[in-house]
């Protein structure tokens, strides 16, 4: 079992950033996927950023380019989504998703096997 816990949303001016965190614990893996997913009200749940097992390559949604940046340390089973300029229509709960295994990018959710419990970003304006 891995289990994903989630740090750093909150409340921003539209302009403002914030660094989310998502650090796995349990089971081990050499190899694994993960990636950052977000909820709005009413919405589907979208990929934002995804990262494949070896760090090689990372996607990211067009609509977060140039603003999100996905980073990933081993050494300390955590992942981090740092999120610059941050517009209103960023404002969703935002999951970390990780899937054990050499895989390349993964964008769906059901491809994903372990969730965190999600953490709000609000932005106002």
């Known amino acids: 079992q891995v289990q994903l816990v989630e740090s750093g949303g909150g409340l ?8 989310l965190s998502c650090a796995a614990s349990g089971s081990t893996f050499s190899m694994f996927s993960m990636g950052w997913f977000r909820q709005a009200p009413g919405k589907e749940r979208e990929s934002v950023a ?3 097992w070896n760090g090689m390559r990372t996607y990211y949604a067009d609509s977060v380019k140039g603003r999100f940046t ?3 340390d081993n050494a300390k089973n955590t992942v981090y989504l ?3 300029n941050l517009k209103s229509e960023d404002t969703a709960i935002y999951y ?3 899937r054990p295994g050499p895989w390349t990018i ?5 491809e994903y096997r372990y969730w965190g419990q999600g953490t709000q ?4 304006s």
């Open 12 to 19: 921003v001016q539209t302009g403002g950033s914030l660094r």
């Open 82 to 84: 740092q999120m610059n």
């Open 96 to 98: 970390c998703a990780f």
């Open 121 to 124: 970003v609000t932005v106002s």
């Open 106 to 110: 993964l964008l769906r959710p059901a």
């Open 50 to 52: 995804v990262i494949e």
């Open 70 to 72: 996905l980073s990933r």
